[in-house]
């Protein structure tokens, strides 16, 4: 039921068409399942190639009735929601953000999860073929951050900096407050699933697991043998080598970076092309080389896009005169020059105490009654 043959086409026409492949209508209703019809849209999305608003006005225009797209949407518009969050809260996302996680046994992974050795069949085969393409289903990110945290009682960070790495759809917000959601520091309920939830969705017919349990007994949990042993893992960002760049002072300098590579900003117009990836911010959030040649791969889309590795400041200074155009992200603070807007799906800003609040709000909004 894994696919360890899947490929991410860094092409611009294959990621339209993979939208338009898209059945939100299946989706509502078998999404949670491993072979649902997800839309695996995440790795586009997370760097920037295409937004969320994007991927809704193109399903939009399908003319399909409203309700039975409304899933669809509506998990498109959770990412939004997490990017407000991260845009209000800044660095503290980093840490639990409503509460406490409790309990915490310690700070590292288990090492069953980052060995894919877990006992649990479906969720290990999942991890190996995770490490081959960089995607995971949300349902087994969800019983991941579930064994992790609520059943082998790690404290979230390092294992959602253990999955940020890995996927290519690396995305901080979604990740850090995902797995905090999960683990109860960011709602008011921990995620478990036991093993005849993962058999429904997996596909699997395991028996006599840790988790082979009736819910009530993660009432009174105690750390599984399988789960016991936990590591701190290594994660450095592989990046590549700085080329040199030339930079025409007379035109604009645009900056696409690890969450920008949007080919259609300022499309033909003339400006220096300049891809920043700057060490201490991969330091801090670290990505694998599948992440890293995913991201490279997308220059396709972008021409005369040059590589520079270095800080923004060095990049700066290199720039001279040019005037420097980025767009708005949490990670761009420290930039200076003319910042842009993103493309939201709904014109709702702000950091709200729920999802279902926030998408109350967008479901108010005259864009979501016009289309
Ligand atoms: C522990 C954990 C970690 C996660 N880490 C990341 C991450 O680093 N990067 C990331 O992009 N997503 C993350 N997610 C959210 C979600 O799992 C992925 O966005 C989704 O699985 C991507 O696959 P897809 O494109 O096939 O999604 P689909 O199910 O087809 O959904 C369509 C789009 O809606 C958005 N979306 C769907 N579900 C969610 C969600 N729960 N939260 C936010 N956006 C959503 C994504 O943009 C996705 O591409 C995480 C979820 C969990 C539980």
Redo the contacts with the bound molecule.
Sequence with gaps: MTNKSLIFSPVYQDILNAIDA?DPVA?GSD?NFLDGS??????Y??RGVIS?KM?MERIQERDLPREKIEK?IQ??A??D??QQLWIAHGEAINQDLKKPQQPVNHYGIPEAIAGHRTSIKAIDDCIEAFYETG????HV??Y??GISCNLGFAHWLHP?QW??YH?L????A??AL??Q??AGSNSHKKYVANQSNINKYCYSDQKGTFLDVPYSAFDQWEIPQELEKSVKLDLRSPLPTTEAINIDPKQNTLIYNYYNMDPKWHEGAPANRILLLEPAIFEKYPVGQNAINFLLSLRTNIPELQVFVGSFADLKAQAGTSAIIYKEHPLNTHYTGTEEARDWMFPVEGAYHSFFAFWKKCKKTAVYHEA
Excluded: K, Q
């Design positions: 898209v989706y999404r997800v839309s695996r849209l995440s790795p999305i997370s969320t991927v669809f998990e498109l959770w990412r929601y997490w995607y995971l289903h949300n990110r969800m991941i951050a959602a999955m940020y996927l759809d690396g995305d901080w979604s990740n995902s797995w959601w999960v």
